[in-house]
């Protein structure tokens, strides 16, 4: 059973710096939607700040244990209160197809099967975030890979609040420029077919 939602840890979290943000919020329509079993909702999300820096981009996953667990809206506080704008966002259900590509490099590997069962057993929230070192930024607010050593050694990040083990860890993170351009454009841009191998060193 996840640990239940502490909201004593979130100022920790807030010291990061922070921007006001004005939020405009758009449908999209994509056909690139129909490779998913279904999706729920799709929307691109203007965040307005001042300044016209180009900022860095990661891709941000609420993982079945964390929609169902009802920690979405938590965290996207956690995410706009930390100085990131959500780009874009959708929650979807992932087919068995889709999450064997996304995991693909994991795919020899003993626990392959259940992470799929798992990352097929409901619904996750994706999103593209962006600020100034996003994915350093956000791979530290959301803790290490297993959520039971996160309770221990990092009892403020988003896996300690919310995971439970090394699978079911609450929410993922790119770890690198290449694997959040990569990861992005698996689910929001068309120019990577369905047999792209997304490659990115944990779960």
């Known amino acids: 059973m996840a640990t239940a939602w502490n909201p004593r840890a979130l100022p920790h979290w807030l010291k990061l710096v922070s921007v006001p943000i004005r939020w405009h919020v758009e449908p999209i329509v994509s056909p690139q939607f129909t490779f998913f079993g279904y999706y729920t909702a799709a929307y691109e999300c203007r965040a307005s700040s001042n300044g016209n820096t180009e900022k860095e981009r990661t891709l941000a996953m609420i ?35 889709r999450a064997s590509i996304f995991y693909s490099e994991h795919s020899s590997k003993s626990f392959f099967s259940s992470l799929i069962r798992y990352m097929t057993s409901g619904p996750v929230l994706v999103m593209v975030l ?7 930024d956000w791979r530290t607010l959301i803790g290490p890979t297993d959520a039971s050593k996160a309770k221990i050694t990092h009892p403020h990040s988003i896996r300690a609040m919310c995971g439970q083990d090394s699978q079911r860890n609450c929410v993922h993170g790119s770890d690198s420029l290449q694997s959040a351009e990569r990861e992005i454009s698996f689910f929001f841009d068309d120019k990577y077919s369905c047999e792209t191998v997304t490659i990115h060193d944990e779960l």
């Open 63 to 97: 993982k079945p244990d964390g929609v169902v667990g009802n920690y979405s809206e938590a965290i996207r506080k956690v995410v706009v209160d930390s100085g990131f704008s959500i780009c874009k966002e959708m929650t979807i259900q992932l087919d068995e197809d």
């Open 130 to 136: 962006e600020k100034d070192n996003a994915i350093t």
